[in-house]
């Protein structure tokens, strides 16, 4: 059962990412979106243009623009960037035996919009299967390449930690609590998870927010208090997740614990698999296949507009509440405004080069394990076990 909470986004047809839409509130241990996921195949085809009733004034409203240089872009750069392109176009035209358009006539950035359009037209008229040509640009140099998203269920990945805070006080689930603390020093540490009270973090400027509108309109005090816990506690639990103790101790915590019933069978397996991934990658981080900049000549200005992943994945105060309700809110909204979700992206060279360990083991391990995390630390605050 998957106990994250859903974001239900829609398709747009550029890229495997998809609109938001409402989140609902905690059902279960995990918060899902009430929206069933729907993904469409992609394709070129955008939505149909809403037109006024005018004639030749509002013409221009209909055309479409070639593309420009981007701001601060110098001319070397553009060079290398064309240079680097027309090498892999060759190398691609090689492999799939595809004759392409001449295009280095129209100069930059023109003949390489045109080049793409060109090759991916003709590619996708080969190939059934074809999926969206890129150029995509590292900080050595540029390269086409395919994508492949990893598909993180629409989900709100947000990490209570006052449960793990109230288990810390608990004479009774004192071991359990060490060992998920564990669990997550290594998802703030080395996973690299945001945390709510650090600056600059999503969720802490949804918080920061919250604060201010409670400053400038009288409030119940239940509501303040909320908001105190969110803060005191954070405060607290972030000292010990930077705590590199409860890292290194990982291991001998594990091996040491003793399962007496159910929850603690449950926190134990919770543990394994977080270590097994921890062994395994003791260095990766969630952003690690982060999307990169891809260049994408027909690309409206809107479409730049995401919703990062650093905004569904990151520690939180609370999942219950009246803040969590109202943060859930504002979220909602923000993300009904934003066209597109960022997943964990891979970026394949088509020119037969191939690059190791370049899958998402990581990633369908690291989501399944905050999916466990949150469901254990809903079970504990909800039925004290």
């Given at each position: 059962?998957?106990?994250?909470?859903?974001?239900?986004?829609?398709?747009?047809?550029?890229?495997?990412?998809?609109?938001?839409?409402?989140?609902?509130?905690?059902?279960?241990?995990?918060?899902?979106?009430?929206?069933?996921?729907?993904?469409?195949?992609?394709?070129?085809?955008?939505?149909?243009?809403?037109?006024?009733?005018?004639?030749?004034?509002?013409?221009?409203?209909?055309?479409?623009?070639?593309?420009?240089?981007?701001?601060?872009?110098?001319?070397?750069?553009?060079?290398?960037?064309?240079?680097?392109?027309?090498?892999?176009?060759?190398?691609?035209?090689?492999?799939?035996?595809?004759?392409?358009?001449?295009?280095?006539?129209?100069?930059?950035?023109?003949?390489?919009?045109?080049?793409?359009?060109?090759?991916?037209?003709?590619?996708?008229?080969?190939?059934?299967?074809?999926?969206?040509?890129?150029?995509?640009?590292?900080?050595?140099?540029?390269?086409?390449?395919?994508?492949?998203?990893?598909?993180?269920?629409?989900?709100?990945?947000?990490?209570?930690?006052?449960?793990?805070?109230?288990?810390?006080?608990?004479?009774?689930?004192?071991?359990?609590?060490?060992?998920?603390?564990?669990?997550?020093?290594?998802?703030?540490?080395?996973?690299?998870?945001?945390?709510?009270?650090?600056?600059?973090?999503?969720?802490?400027?949804?918080?920061?927010?919250?604060?201010?509108?409670?400053?400038?309109?009288?409030?119940?005090?239940?509501?303040q208090s909320e908001l105190i816990i969110a803060e005191y506690t954070g405060d607290k639990m972030e000292q010990k997740l930077r705590n590199p103790n409860n890292v290194k101790l990982f291991e001998q915590r594990l091996s040491r614990f003793k399962s007496r019933d159910a929850f603690d069978n449950e926190c134990w397996h919770v543990a394994c698999n977080a270590f097994a991934l921890y062994s395994k990658y003791p260095t990766a981080g969630i952003f690690r296949n982060a999307p990169l900049n891809y260049y994408d000549p027909y690309a409206d200005e809107y479409d730049n507009e995401v919703i990062g992943m650093e905004k569904y994945i990151s520690f939180i105060a609370d999942t219950k509440g009246w803040l969590y309700r109202s943060i859930s809110e504002s979220i909602n909204n923000e993300f009904n405004e934003i066209g597109e979700l960022e997943e964990p992206t891979i970026y394949k060279p088509i020119d037969g080069s191939k690059i190791s360990g370049n899958n998402f083991d990581f990633e369908k391990r690291f989501f399944e394990l905050l999916d466990e995390l949150c469901g254990l630390f809903y079970e504990y605050k909800t039925t004290g076990v």
């Open positions: 059962m998957n106990y994250a909470t859903q974001n239900n986004i829609g398709s747009y047809h550029r890229t495997r990412k998809r609109k938001a839409k409402t989140v609902t509130s905690a059902i279960g241990r995990v918060r899902r979106v009430d929206a069933k996921t729907q993904r469409r195949q992609r394709s070129t085809e955008r939505q149909t243009a809403i037109r006024t009733d005018s004639d030749v004034t509002n013409g221009i409203l209909t055309c479409r623009f070639l593309p420009k240089l981007k701001a601060g872009e110098t001319l070397q750069a553009c060079q290398k960037t064309e240079r680097d392109f027309y090498q892999s176009l060759s190398k691609i035209t090689k492999s799939y035996k595809v004759e392409p358009m001449q295009t280095k006539e129209f100069g930059y950035p023109y003949n390489v919009a045109l080049a793409l359009w060109d090759m991916q037209t003709k590619l996708k008229q080969a190939h059934r299967d074809w999926d969206r040509l890129y150029l995509a640009k590292s900080k050595r140099k540029a390269f086409l390449a395919t994508t492949e998203n990893f598909d993180t269920g629409t989900t709100l990945y947000y990490i209570p930690i006052v449960p793990l805070f109230l288990m810390l006080k608990d004479p009774k689930r004192k071991k359990n609590a060490q060992l998920l603390l564990s669990v997550c020093s290594y998802l703030y540490r080395v996973a690299n998870v945001p945390y709510y009270r650090e600056d600059g973090t999503y969720l802490g400027g949804q918080y920061e927010m919250h604060k201010e509108w409670m400053g400038q309109e009288e409030t119940e005090e239940c509501y």
